[in-house]
């Protein structure tokens, strides 16, 4: 009786396992193990993620930068005072504006 449980079980194991079906084999593990190795998942997910925005936050930033240089060299070209004179003059102005 034992063995005809047996070979039954293995039968429908084989079925349900993806030869003559496309559902995939369900594999059982330990609860904690299946807890840890989710842990192990979502750290890589939130590193990727990290990982990518700050990506993000560096291409923002060198957009900022680009349209600072720009925004000094049309300033430099139309009054003819170079960045850190520029720069000195605005520092010159917060400074002044705050110590009367």
């Known amino acids: 009786m034992i ?6 079980n293995s039968r429908l194991n084989h ?8 559902m995939k084999e369900v594999i059982m593990v330990d609860p904690l193990e299946a807890k840890r190795l989710a842990a192990k998942q979502m750290k890589e997910i939130q590193k990727r993620e990290r990982f ?38 605005y520092w010159f102005a917060i400074v002044h504006f705050f110590v009367r």
Do not use: C, D, F, Y
């Open 52 to 89: 990518k925005r700050r990506r993000q936050i560096e291409a923002i930033n060198g957009a900022w930068a680009m349209i600072g240089l720009t925004a000094g060299l049309v300033i430099e070209g139309h009054t003819g005072k170079s960045i850190l004179e520029q720069l000195a003059g």
């Open 15 to 22: 079925e349900v396992s993806g030869k003559s079906s496309p």
């Open 3 to 8: 063995s005809l449980l047996r070979k039954e």
